[in-house]
């Protein structure tokens, strides 16, 4: 069973910086792609941004590029979302997942393994 345990969250000021984490359990991380995403209080999850089985390619949402940055560092099964520029409207929740195969994609269906969630509150 592959577990997802997010980190790193908190409360910021507006134009702050945080870093989130997502640390991997099982030994075929590398070979997954992996993506963020986010739920507003009263709103949908979205997503945020992907990155494939070796970082090679990422995918941003429009609201996160720019800001944000997708990474991965497979020998430590942790795949990391810096965010700069923090703006009140990204206050959420963030969830990391594991794609289905070692690509990349923006559809939440196609994310087999979730984590629970760290929460990311923007003060302005």
């Known amino acids: 069973q592959v577990q997802l345990v997010e980190s790193g969250g908190g409360l910021v000021q507006t134009g702050g910086s945080l870093r989130l984490s997502c640390a991997a359990s099982?030994?075929?991380?590398?070979?997954?792609?992996m993506g963020w995403f986010r739920q507003a209080p009263g709103k949908e999850r979205e997503f945020v941004a992907s990155?494939?089985?070796?970082?090679?390619?990422?995918s941003y949402a429009d609201s996160a590029r720019g800001r944000f940055t997708i990474s991965r560092d497979n020998a430590k099964n942790t795949v990391y979302l810096q965010m700069n520029s923090l703006k009140p409207e990204d206050t959420a929740v963030y969830y990391c997942?594991?794609?289905?195969?070692?690509?990349?994609?923006?559809?939440?269906?196609?994310?087999?393994?979730w984590g629970q969630g760290t929460q990311v509150t923007v003060s302005s």
């Open positions: 997942a594991r794609y289905r195969t070692s690509a990349t994609s923006t559809a939440q269906y196609e994310y087999e393994y």
């Open positions: 099982g030994r075929t991380f590398s070979s997954y792609g």
């Open positions: 990155i494939n089985w070796r970082g090679s390619t990422t």
